[in-house]
């Protein structure tokens, strides 16, 4: 019986460590939440004028963020990075489409924050894309 309960503990604790890391248990951000900076957004902005703005003006993607309002933000980057611009996909680095993206979210007058919006370590899966709040 000992053994019982204590195997159902371990297991417990393991099923809560697994879930803890998938980020279940984390605290679901979004763009709302101050996820890039101001200064991020400058640097998009430049790199965006020179590889994005020939065929998407500015309106283009407030309808486009709209569209992708309830998943992860990171989905959006996969896409765009893969794809875009569309004469040369995938020509950028990660850091530089990141920038773009917070240039974006600039756009549509999502806040800016105190940290940036980083691609690396999965955290642009844990961001959802969701209406601007007021
Ligand atoms: C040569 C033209 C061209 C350039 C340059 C270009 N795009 Fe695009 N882009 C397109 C076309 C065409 C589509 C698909 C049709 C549409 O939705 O307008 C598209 C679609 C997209 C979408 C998908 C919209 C959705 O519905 O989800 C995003 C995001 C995007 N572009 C971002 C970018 C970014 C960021 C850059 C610069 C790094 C860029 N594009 C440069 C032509 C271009």
Redesign the pocket.
């Known amino acids: 019986m000992e053994q019982r309960m204590k195997s159902f503990f371990s297991n417990a604790f393991a099923i809560a460590v697994l879930l803890c890391s998938a980020g279940l248990l984390a605290d679901p951000r979004s763009v709302n939440d101050g996820v890039y900076t101001k200064e991020q957004a400058k640097i998009g902005e430049a790199?965006?004028t020179q590889?994005?703005l020939?065929?998407?003006d500015k309106k283009?993607?407030r309808p486009?963020l709209e569209?992708?309002q309830g998943q992860p933000i990171g989905v959006?980057f996969t896409?765009?990075s893969a794809?875009?611009?569309?004469?040369n996909p995938g020509f950028?680095s990660e850091k530089e489409?990141a920038d773009?993206l917070a240039y974006?979210l600039s756009l549509s007058r999502y806040a800016a924050g105190d940290s940036e919006l980083d691609y690396r370590d999965g955290v642009l899966d844990e961001i959802m894309v969701e209406a601007r709040k007021k």
Not at 83 to 87: L, T, V, W
């Open positions: 790199l965006y590889h994005c020939l065929c998407h283009y993607f486009v569209r992708w959006m896409v765009m794809s875009m611009p569309e004469s950028l489409y773009i974006i």
